[in-house]
């Protein structure tokens, strides 16, 4: 069972005032948007069509849990469509900032491939949860420790087509 966090409208105005905050921030830059498979796929597609400057898109995998759980495993990045981002002014997204431990190696990853500046965007942030000092320069939402699905995110693959945000209760 679903039981609605964030309903699709409220994300999609906090969204719409995230893109006016990035357009505001990188007129005249090179920015690269380099969104974290699989999560942030939703908002991707909603964030980058409410920003009005030139800007490139560019994928990279990476994936910590492992089937039906909700606990982080390994982290495994797949870079095979990583983008140039030499010169480029990189913001990477992601769906959720939990223990922080993604965003915190693809930003080390960015800076290795010779990113000019490389900054975060997350549509949510759960509380408690971190475990690794990084704060995202842009944030949707801060959602309390409750295991969280729709608009991209997923438990064991499913539920990223839900259109809100919504906690996922397990008991039968
Ligand atoms: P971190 O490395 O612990 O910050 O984990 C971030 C990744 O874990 C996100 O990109 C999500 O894919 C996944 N994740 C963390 N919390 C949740 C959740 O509540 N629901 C679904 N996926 C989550
Ligand atoms: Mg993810």
Same mark, same amino acid.
């Given at each position: 069972?679903?039981?609605?966090?964030?309903?699709? !409208?409220?994300?999609?105005?906090?969204?719409?005032?995230? =893109?006016?905050?990035?357009?505001?921030?990188?007129?005249?830059?090179?920015?690269?948007?380099?969104?974290?498979?699989?999560?942030?796929?939703? /908002?991707?597609? #909603?964030?980058?069509?409410?920003?009005?400057?030139?800007?490139?898109?560019?994928?990279?995998?990476?994936?910590?849990?492992?089937?039906?759980? @909700? @606990?982080?495993?390994?982290?495994?990045?797949?870079?095979?469509? !990583?983008?140039?981002?030499?010169?480029?002014?990189?913001? /990477?997204?992601?769906?959720?900032?939990? &223990? =922080?431990?993604?965003? !915190? @190696?693809?930003?080390?990853?960015?800076?290795?491939?010779?990113?000019?500046?490389?900054?975060?965007?997350?549509?949510?942030?759960?509380? =408690?949860?971190?475990?690794?000092?990084?704060?995202?320069?842009?944030?949707?939402? &801060?959602?309390?420790?409750?295991?969280?699905? =729709?608009?991209?995110?997923?438990?064991? #693959?499913?539920?990223?087509?839900?259109?809100?945000?919504?906690?996922?209760?397990?008991?039968?």
């Amino acid at each position: 069972m679903v039981e609605i966090l964030i309903p699709e !409208a409220e994300i999609h105005a906090r969204v719409a005032e995230l =893109g006016r905050q990035i357009e505001a921030d990188y007129q005249g830059k090179p920015l690269t948007i380099v969104a974290i498979l699989t999560g942030s796929l939703i /908002l991707l597609a #909603d964030l980058i069509r409410t920003i009005q400057i030139p800007l490139r898109v560019a994928l990279i995998q990476a994936s910590s849990y492992k089937g039906a759980t @909700t @606990t982080a495993g390994v982290l495994i990045i797949n870079e095979s469509f !990583a983008p140039d981002v030499s010169g480029r002014d990189v913001l /990477l997204l992601d769906d959720i900032l939990d &223990t =922080g431990h993604t965003l !915190a @190696t693809l930003v080390r990853r960015m800076a290795d491939r010779g990113a000019l500046s490389v900054r975060t965007a997350v549509l949510l942030q759960k509380v =408690g949860r971190q475990e690794v000092k990084i704060e995202p320069d842009y944030r949707g939402f &801060t959602i309390p420790d409750k295991f969280v699905v =729709g608009y991209g995110l997923d438990y064991d #693959d499913d539920y990223r087509h839900l259109p809100y945000v919504g906690v996922l209760n397990l008991e039968p």
